[in-house]
Structure formats: structure tokens, C-alpha cells
């Protein structure tokens, strides 16, 4: 004896079209506080001296869906008798680990550091997000 029946799935393939536009969203929310949060500890361990560095540490997201590139930097370019000077680049590439004995606490690696100690957060952070959307 054979049966006949009629399942629809329109609803779930609708649903499943918006997926991929909910799970950027997340993604792209998670990428956002994560590196608000390396910004923020970044931050803190920079060396502090006019607080120019502290203020040039910025961070940026390229692309679009699930095509995302989340990036950090750091440039602070002072004026010198031998004309700009990107101490950024030289505290962090260039002069290795140092103490700054003016605020005690902070290292040269400032960028590297936190990557180091929050990966696992901040990835939680991003998927966290995505589960969300979807």
C-alpha cells in the first residue's frame, strides 16, 4: 500500500535565503567588538609618554558578507631635528620588548600581546555574534 503526500518547504528555503545575509551581519557585528576590545587592551599596555601613541591606535573592517578583513594599526609620527618618525612602527617592529618605566605595566608588542592572551575570546565574540543573527 503506497502513500502520497505533499511536504512544503517553502518556508525553510526562505529561511535558509536570509541565512547567509544574518550570518554576515553577526559576523560582521563580532569582528566590530572584537576589536573594539584589542583596541581597548592595546590600549592600556601601549607605552604612554604625550599619549600620542595610545591615540593613533585605530582599527578598520574591509569587505562585505562573509568576505571580512578586520585589521588593527598603530601610528604615532612625531617631529624630530631629523624630520618624522613613525615611533609606532619602531616600538613595536623594530626595538624589541621594552618597560616603559613611566607606566609601569606596558610593552613594546602592544598589538601582539593582546592578539596573543584574547584570541580565543574574541573569536567566542565573533561566533557569539553570529549565532545570534541566525
Not at 573594539?36 to 604625550?50: I, M, N, S, Y
Amino acid at each position: 500500500m503506497a502513500r502520497d503526500f505533499e511536504l512544503d518547504v517553502t518556508k525553510f528555503i526562505r529561511a535558509l535565503d536570509g541565512a547567509t545575509e544574518a550570518i554576515a551581519r553577526g559576523a560582521k557585528r563580532g569582528l566590530h567588538d572584537a576589536l573594539d576590545d584589542w583596541r581597548r587592551e592595546a590600549t592600556d599596555v601601549a607605552p604612554l609618554d604625550k599619549g600620542t601613541l595610545r591615540r593613533g591606535i585605530d582599527t578598520q573592517i574591509e569587505g562585505d558578507g562573509l568576505d571580512l578583513t578586520g585589521e588593527i594599526s598603530a601610528v604615532a609620527i612625531e617631529d624630530s631635528r631629523k624630520g618624522r618618525f613613525n615611533y609606532a612602527y619602531y616600538l613595536h617592529e623594530v626595538k624589541g620588548e621594552i618597560k616603559n618605566p613611566t607606566t609601569p605595566g606596558t610593552i613594546a608588542k602592544f598589538l601582539d600581546v593582546p592578539a596573543e592572551q584574547n584570541e580565543k575570546k574574541w573569536l567566542d565574540m565573533i561566533e557569539d555574534e553570529i549565532k545570534a543573527g541566525f
